[in-house]
């Protein structure tokens, strides 16, 4: 280990004692953090807990004269201690009746290399790894297990869905050291899963990886045996397949419900879940080629598998048919895939999103998705990680609101963006009301700022193709992505209607009706399903290319307003010094963004803005 | 080491001995060479050698009887020796009269990390190290030694001008090691020189790197004489200053002339030469700044020091004034710098030029900087190294051509590419006259077919920014490299006339007047200098944006055409598969460079291929 890293917790600060070592399971954490929060907060209030195995996960508050009792199963009884204390930090009323989360597994995967870098991470090296070993700081790790158990998270992949060496033995001479870590994590009711490579047998003396071949079944059967051995409630595994060149059931002639199902009847005995990611696309496409669409490729694939996976299969979708981008509509996976066991994914990392120096507060986003997509479509829900090394763990401190509401929306998806994002505020800082409103609204708006600057109105892809930061607007133009929006003189975008790739017709008729035709379309989509001329009438009157020239000029404004206002707030000074230190980067950006698109656009278009504000040759 | 790498030479394939390790000076491996090589012919031929020490590098042949008689210095006879066999394995008449370099200083620099990794190599890893240590074969050394002797060349920088750690210690306790290596290639008349790091004092205890402060002078000085004490023959220093976030005398508020002449002064005693890259401009170009002119930065800079630099300095300037490009005019600072002692660079490395994938012989690009600039304005010369671990050294056989003819060409600068294109073809393969001029004429055009497919008519940096290979024609634009198109749906190209950024007026009346009418400027070079419309009527009537159509459709027939001439040609087996494997990657790149120029173009323009071939939407 390297240095004993900072051990502040992102949010619940009152929480000054560390969560000592010895204490074995969510009850014995349950009673420690009730009477240390108590105790710390002068009160004399006291807690009794009554445990009803049966409860699991739920719990219920109630008033007991200055008191309260907790009841509920394990690790419910934690997860009551948590909400009391969101709830009276907050200042909300308590929860009232017995709570229970809307999704049983509600996951963070971490895509940590074993090298100690981490896919996509923006706030430093990994907590898991460094050098090929493990690395860690068991304080530090239980200090994260509060931050999870707070906020109700209960899985936990550690390491990337893109297995690199030596994460391949993870599962045999590794065993004990991932064992150590669910130790350290179970008695905060959180339990691990391990990302698996496909290929396996492979490099272990089998001579295929065939899902269909008696011998590969058996050789993870025996391996299943023995990881459930060591970790007994290990949740399960989690699987990239046949995606970005990671080896799959495809190489066979296997589907992907053989290649699932298999790993999933070998680890079905020991209560495991296989979740299959369902991020498969082409990424050597041609550009030349207009019929390939990619966002059809995840439903084309899938779909026609509905009903095909066995029970224990959980089918990770993302929320939209790309790639975690600023706004997509829904995934139609997730809206056709009736006999399926289904879980959306999210991304915390902020990889197109402001790589956690450019605010997004992902609510907004999720409470869309949700509406779309409709919370009982999904069966389970996962997100990567924001995590890392940093002492505020997500590297801009603001950026832990993510982790936190993602927690909550896990509980209860149909939650408001605006409370989630108050809850989070006041049990992070202590801000009079009305710098709590500023904040909170600054939060709110921020991913729609965000999207105001960068690509506009759904188009997408517009991001830089190395590192996913700041504009390029055709650095992905003529590459294999798959993702074009083939502006030429006279338009953008790509036809998704049926006279185009068909994408729309992969909706239910609801969606379908509203996003095939471009009058009816969310002006935020409205790029993401048509190619339109540059003077395309919008629904308020504007040209497209105007829309697109006020959008950028006022996302550049609205970024020096929030610039203003968080230079106003008093928060802590440490938080202070990181966030004004990545919003002059993010103003920056944003001007950034909004002279080159706007240029990009003109150039083709040569159209001039009708105030006649500064667009460059 | 990791293994025994294979010792083939890249030509004068006849000498299958190899170098015997107890040699000790250029006269005992002209020798062994000489019987060697006469001997294997059978012919009984003998060799004589007259030595003049005076004669230096210098050297005559002559005929006696069956045999002759080599006089000159060291390492000349050597050089007479590889001569007489190049003439022979040619089938030339022998050189007559006495043979002396043109330039003085023929330099190859690696560009070699301690990591083992090679910037800008395509030829595998290092020949130097691995792991962050020295790793190498000292058999495939002496070979290397043969093959720079055998074309004349006379040192060699082996680590990068990006100084990175810990090649700062070759300077100090890997010094020893840096001796091994110079005495593995003395016996063959090659000196080392070493890249050093200018901020190495800061690191060494000096709490500064001013060069105008007398304790880092002082520090220099005592570092120069335990280097020399250890390398008496090192031939100097290669300093990369002040150039793409390299340190250097800027951040003291002193000169170029300041910072070299200070190093120059330290190891001057010792006849150690100082080489100080003229390659610096702004990197940090923001790209809506139309003032700036990336080409400008190095006269802007160096011309105003000429005459200020002391006698030791040689002042490396890059052929043209961006950077290695396929085509570009000569640098202005190579034609501006009267008093000052000037060497051109190269780069055999084919960083922009194909990657040692794309055939591109160099001579015809030389031929026309030499026929711009006058042989006589520089006093030295250097080239990027092709060289890497692979087999063949150069990862495309044809490559080692240009390491070939970069020898023969820093003797004679006046060669004919054709004539130095035969000899290299006749001293690495046996092929029927027909055959041979099949080769020939394949590597003559390879250039101008290679630009072809590329950035139209001197446009430049059309390549993709990671990696440097394959069509992104936007993909610098927005970048703050200074590399910019400014493609819009009327026009092309930079306005570097005196009605734009001025470049022109740094060429002297008669450059100057060629190249700043476009009706004069060579048409290859017109978007270079010129912003022009897409209906700009060409000299021989064709519109530029049919032009531009014409070349890439050309290019593409020229690229498949060479593909059946070399899958026609009696290659030896495995340089037949290395090209033939090469030879496909590079008729797809050229399709793809097609398909997305015209593309670009006509997203732009709007305009049809009067033609009607196949333009993609």
Chains 1, 2 share one sequence.
């Not at 050597?284 to 598998?305: G, I, V």
């Not at 509509?329 to 402001?354: C, D, N």
């Not at 992969?506 to 339109?532: A, G």
């Not at 001039?608 to 040759?617: M, N, T």
Request: aromatic share 12%; hydrophobic share 40%; glycine share 8%.
């Amino acid at each position: 280990m390297n240095k004993t890293w900072e051990s502040r917790l992102a949010w619940l600060k009152a929480l000054k004692t560390p969560v000592p070592a010895e204490l074995n399971n969510p009850l014995e954490v349950a009673d420690f953090e009730a009477k240390t929060y108590l105790n710390f907060e002068k009160t004399g209030r006291s807690v009794c807990f009554k445990t009803y195995p049966a409860m699991k996960e739920s719990y219920a508050i109630e008033t007991a004269g200055d008191g309260y009792i907790i009841s509920g199963g394990q690790p419910g009884v934690l997860y009551g201690v948590y909400a009391l204390m969101r709830a009276l930090e907050a200042g909300e009323k308590l929860p009232s009746g017995v709570q229970k989360p809307y999704y049983p597994l509600r996951m963070i995967d971490c895509w940590d290399n074993m090298d100690g870098s981490v896919e996509r991470g923006y706030a430093g090296r990994s907590i898991w790894f460094e050098e090929n070993r493990f690395d860690y700081d068991p304080a530090r790790i239980r200090q994260l297990g509060r931050m999870l158990a707070s906020v109700g998270i209960n899985v936990l992949c550690i390491n990337n869905v893109n297995v690199h060496q030596p994460a391949q033995h993870l599962l045999d001479n590794l065993l004990p050291q991932v064992e150590q870590i669910a130790a350290l994590l179970r008695p905060f009711g959180v339990r691990l899963m391990l990302s698996i490579d496909f290929s396996l047998p492979l490099q272990n003396g089998v001579e295929t990886a065939d899902p269909e071949d008696p011998a590969v079944a058996d050789w993870w059967k025996k391996r299943a045996r023995e990881v459930w051995g060591a970790i007994p409630d290990l949740a399960g595994f989690l699987v990239k397949a046949d995606s970005e060149h990671r080896p799959g059931p495809n190489a066979y002639g296997r589907t992907h419900a053989q290649g699932a199902n298999m790993l999933a009847r070998a680890i079905a005995p020991f209560g495991g879940v296989l979740v299959w990611r369902a991020f498969v696309y082409n990424c050597m496409q041609d550009w030349r080629d207009t019929n390939t669409d990619r966002p059809r490729a995840a439903y084309d694939l899938y779909q026609p598998l509905d009903g095909a996976f066995d029970e224990n299969v959980i089918l990770q979708v993302k929320y939209g048919p790309y790639d975690f981008q600023v706004r997509e509509p829904v995934s139609p996976l997730l809206l056709g895939m009736e006999k399926t066991r289904l879980a959306v994914e999210f991304q915390l990392a902020q990889e197109y999103t402001g790589h956690q120096i450019d605010l997004f507060a992902m609510p907004p986003l999720w409470r869309d998705i949700f509406d779309q997509m409709g919370k009982e479509r999904v069966r389970a829900i996962a997100a990567v990680s924001n995590l890392g090394r940093d002492g505020n763990w997500t590297g801009h401190p603001f950026a832990a609101l993510n982790l936190f509401a993602y927690g909550i929306f896990a509980w209860k998806p149909d939650a408001s963006p605006q409370q989630v994002i108050r809850a989070w505020v006041r049990n992070t800082y202590n801000l009079s009301e009305q710098d709590e409103e500023q904040l909170i609204d600054l939060l709110l708006a921020s991913r729609g700022v965000y999207e105001k600057y960068t690509a506009p109105l759904g188009l997408c892809w517009m991001v830089r193709p190395e590192g996913h930061y700041g504009p390029s607007p055709y650095g992905y133009e003529f590459q294999a992505w798959g993702t074009y929006n083939r502006a030429d003189r006279n338009a953008v975008g790509v036809d998704r209607t049926e006279r185009g790739t068909g994408y729309v017709a992969q909706y239910p008729p609801k969606w379908k009706k509203l996003y095939e035709n471009p009058h009816t379309c969310p002006d935020e989509l409205l790029l993401f399903f048509h190619r339109l001329p540059y003077d395309f009438v919008m629904k308020d009157g504007r040209t497209l290319i105007q829309r697109i020239y006020d959008d950028h000029f006022e996302g550049v404004v609205a970024a020096e307003t929030m610039a203003e206002t968080l230079k106003a707030l008093p928060l802590p000074e440490e938080d202070r010094r990181e966030a004004l230190e990545r919003m002059d980067l993010q103003v920056q950006n944003a001007r950034e963004w909004r002279d080159v698109i706007n240029t990009f656009f003109r150039r083709f278009s040569g159209v001039d803005d009708v105030h006649g504000r500064k667009i460059y040759d």
